[in-house]
Structure formats: structure tokens, C-alpha cells
């Protein structure tokens, strides 16, 4: 019998993906009880190989298809789960070594909710929880209540039906960005709680430059609107930084170009001005990739 079907989308990330595997390698829920489908996009590294050198460790299906997206991807591992359960995480996270026991026992204890675990940033592939960044308030307790909002996709699992009867992901996402957040949403509006499990841990290694970062933050504003026009509602519009008013405020700011080359100018800086600057930088980013997207929509 398999407890927890584990399912990881993955694209030219050999390296640390060698890590993730073998922290699964390292659980203390029996190794039989358990699987991990790894779903590779046509990666051109040695991916393959990777997961062929760990498959006999612990039930491992690996799955080359074509490159159609993480949505995509993870779709199709979700087909290919046996476990009435799935774990949703990504293939440059590692686990804790309690990681599948603990949402095993948080799903048996929790029914028909989406569990979601505690993730830290970890700044290289070592499960060092010291030296990481926790992504949700340590403080909170375990059985805490979440919003869809916090639904973390690289530590969270649920029933398999539950994802099923819901659409699973929107393969439309194509871009960086919210495709996990629409998910969520649409399983709150079924009524499936989220639940916090403190005790549930993994590490996330993806190091990104400034300069990548502000180019996913415009991938996330276009997908910021997707979002919005496929659930039409102002609370959420507001929620998602996509309203009327979030425009023209960062229209404003952005016309003056003075403003974003002196961000640009304190954005290497220590401090509060060094903060402040890449955070507008950032949010100026994401206001662009949403009106594009306005106007793209618009046009068609």
C-alpha cells in the first residue's frame, strides 16, 4: 500500500535535483510506503540518468514528455499517482528527513484538507534549517488555519480526488508565477481548509539574480490578470495588486524616469534605502507585466 504519492515537474536542474532525490532516499517513513514521480520537461542535462542512479532507493517513476509547462507536468504526475494522497513539491527542494511522515500523519489527522509544511530559503542544497529563511511564521502552530494565499506548493499535500475534481492546474499559466495561488483559490472556493504543519520541512535552494527576479515579477503581473479575469471579482483584484488604481499610482512613478534610475542607483545598498529601492523596482516590474496584459486583453 502507498501512503503519499510525491510529484516533482523538473527542467534542466540535474544538480540539485541529485540532492532532492537522495533526501527522499533518506526518510524515515518506509521506503515502500511511499513514491516519487519525477516528470522531466525534456531536460538536455543528465536528469535521466540522475533519476535512474537513485531509482532503487525508494519507488521512483520517472516520465520524459514534452516541454508543455510546469502546470503541465505536474498534471501529468498527478495522473500517474497511486496513492489516494499527493505531495506537491519541485525539483530544488530538498526534504526534511520526517518530511513524508509527517504529512502522512497530518493528512490522517486533518481529512480532506490541504496540508501545507513550513519551507525555508536555504542559500545552497543542504537541509540547514539555521541558515534558512522560513517562508511562513515559525511562530504559528500546528492545525494553525491558512488562506489560499498560502498555499506553498513546494511543501503541500492533499487528496488526490480533491485536485482531481478541481481542474487540477491551469496549464494556461505558462509564465512565472500564480498558477499555485489559482489553484488554491479554486479549492477554497470548494471548501477544503488549508492547515499549517510546522513539523512538515523541506529546503528550498534556487538562487536568482536581481536582475532575473524583476523579469519573473513581470511574468507575474501578466499572470497576476490572467488570474483575475478567470475569477472575476474586485476583492481579488485588490488582493492581486490589479486594480485601476494600482496602475495609474505606478504609471505615475514609472513616467518618471528619475525615480527608477535612482532605485537602480541604492538598489546594491545595505539598509532601509537599499531595501525600499528593489522593492519599488520590483512592484514597478510587476505593474508593467499587468498592463501589458490589460492591453493585450483589450486587443483581443
Not at 526534504?95 to 519551507?119: K, M, P
Request: net charge positive.
Amino acid at each position: 500500500m502507498i501512503d503519499l504519492s510525491v510529484v516533482i515537474g523538473t527542467f534542466n536542474q540535474a544538480p540539485v535535483l541529485r540532492h532532492v532525490l537522495r533526501s527522499f532516499a533518506e526518510q524515515t517513513h518506509p521506503a515502500d510506503r511511499f513514491e516519487v514521480i519525477v516528470v522531466d520537461s525534456q531536460s538536455t542535462d543528465d536528469t535521466g540518468a540522475v533519476c535512474e542512479e537513485t531509482a532503487s532507493s525508494f519507488p521512483l517513476v520517472y516520465v520524459c514528455r514534452g516541454n508543455e509547462g510546469k502546470c503541465a507536468a505536474r498534471n501529468a504526475g498527478l495522473r500517474m499517482a497511486r496513492a489516494d494522497s499527493v505531495l506537491l513539491t519541485d525539483a530544488d527542494v530538498l526534504a526534511d528527513r520526517t518530511l513524508v511522515a509527517a504529512h502522512v500523519s497530518a493528512l490522517a489527522e486533518f481529512r480532506r484538507a490541504v496540508i501545507v509544511g513550513q519551507q525555508y530559503m536555504v542559500p545552497a542544497p543542504e537541509r540547514q534549517r539555521a541558515n534558512g529563511r522560513p517562508c511562513l511564521n515559525p511562530q504559528w502552530r500546528r492545525g494553525r488555519a491558512l488562506s489560499w494565499r498560502q498555499f506553498v506548493t513546494g511543501n503541500a499535500s492533499l487528496p488526490r480526488d480533491a485536485l482531481v475534481e478541481a481542474g487540477g492546474f491551469d496549464e494556461n499559466f505558462r509564465g512565472y508565477g500564480f498558477e499555485d495561488y489559482e489553484l488554491g483559490y479554486r479549492l477554497a472556493q470548494r471548501g477544503l481548509p488549508f492547515v499549517f504543519d510546522p513539523t512538515a520541512v523541506n529546503y528550498h535552494f534556487h538562487p536568482v539574480t536581481f536582475e532575473a527576479e524583476l523579469e519573473r515579477k513581470r511574468e507575474a503581473g501578466s499572470a497576476a490578470v490572467y488570474f483575475a479575469s478567470r475569477h472575476p471579482s474586485r476583492t481579488l483584484r485588490v488582493q492581486l495588486g490589479v486594480t485601476p488604481l494600482n496602475r495609474a499610482l505606478y504609471s505615475g512613478v514609472g513616467a518618471a524616469g528619475w525615480v527608477e534610475r535612482g532605485c537602480h542607483a541604492w538598489k546594491d545598498r545595505d539598509g532601509a534605502g537599499g531595501r525600499f529601492a528593489r522593492h519599488l523596482l520590483l512592484e514597478l516590474q510587476y505593474q508593467r507585466g499587468a498592463r501589458e496584459a490589460w492591453r493585450a486583453r483589450r486587443r483581443s
